[in-house]
């Protein structure tokens, strides 16, 4: 007799994705954050099997969350946890039916993401590095914003992962895909600079250790990375909060606003669905609309009939 039992379904599932679909530890644990929230709401409702979570049910837990004010995008995630969960089971249980189906989480206002002018940029950057932390921090910046790593792929990049030959660094993106992403003759020099530095600590060197590594030679953290990027924008008299993403998004951006490629963009990002990477398209169109709100004699005209009303 098959187990139905909902707690196990999600051990089971949360293996496959680690073990099978090579997802991240941070993934998974993402996952399981949300898909605990679904057994804990079942377990109010006396549910422990998983034929028996049906829509009706599913659009209470949303609501649910909703009071607990989760975000929209919140809610979105959780059902797409459970949707995931589901999809899977149906491959060994062809009767069951997905629950998930016609409910809907709340609408999400399309927020464009944050980024940094070239001059933020520049402001960032354009810094000598005087200590071993300040040049390795200067080259974390300089890769995160020359290639539009994803954070989980800089901490997870090996010396020998970088051509600099090449000008080249691989790296393994979302889903365990690897991808090959040129790298700036500024990030280069700054990286150079940084190899000056290693070994670290007690750091055994070797061609397949760490890029980037703590003053004792170990593997940077996410946590850490995003530490110091913060402190780095802060000694240079930034106001703009600073983290890896922002890096990428300014990659993005910045490419996309010189070369209009948006498929070279979403290659060198490593997004699967071109729709991800359009979202730089909005972008691109505010700048537009900023210079032409700034710029246009027209527009300007418009603006001060409507201050004279």
């Known amino acids: 007799m098959a187990d139905n039992n909902l707690s196990h379904a999600v ?4 293996q496959y994705i680690e073990v099978v679909r090579g997802y991240s530890a941070h993934t998974v644990k993402n996952y399981r954050r949300d898909l605990d929230k679904l057994i804990e709401f079942c377990s109010t409702h006396n549910i422990d099997d998983i034929s028996r979570l049906n829509a009706s049910l599913l659009r209470q837990w949303v609501a649910t969350l909703s009071r607990d004010k989760l975000s929209a995008t919140s809610i979105q995630r959780h059902l797409s946890s459970t949707r995931s969960l589901y999809k899977f089971l149906a491959r060994s249980r062809s009767d069951l039916d997905d629950p998930t189906a016609g409910v809907k989480a709340p609408r999400t206002p399309r927020t464009l993401p944050k980024s940094l002018e070239p001059d933020q940029v520049n402001q960032l950057l354009n810094h000598p590095s005087e200590t071993a932390l300040m040049a390795r921090d200067l080259a974390i910046a300089e890769l995160l914003y020359s290639a539009g790593l994803r954070l989980s792929e800089l901490v997870g990049a090996n010396l020998n992962d970088l051509d600099r030959n090449e000008k080249v660094i691989t790296v393994i993106g979302k889903g365990q895909k690897t991808r090959v992403v040129p790298v700036g003759g500024p990030a280069l ?3 150079a600079e940084w190899m000056k530095y290693r070994p670290m600590g007690k750091e055994a060197l070797g061609y397949d250790s760490p890029l980037f590594v703590t003053q004792r030679g170990k593997r940077m953290s996410p946590r850490a990375v995003q530490d110091r990027l913060r402190q780095l924008a802060i000694k240079h008299g930034m106001t703009q909060r600073v983290h890896p993403h922002v890096l990428r998004h300014a990659f993005a951006s910045h490419l ?8 070279a963009v979403q ?3 490593g997004h699967a669905n071109i729709a991800t990477t359009q979202i730089y398209t909005h972008l691109d169109f505010q700048h537009l609309a900023k210079v032409y709100d700034q710029a246009h004699p027209r527009a300007q005209k418009r603006s001060k009939r409507n201050t004279d009303r």
């Open 267 to 269: 290659e060198l990002l």
């Open 189 to 191: 020099t700054a990286l």
């Open 11 to 14: 051990e089971h599932y949360l």
């Open 256 to 263: 996309l606003e010189s070369s209009g490629d948006l498929r």
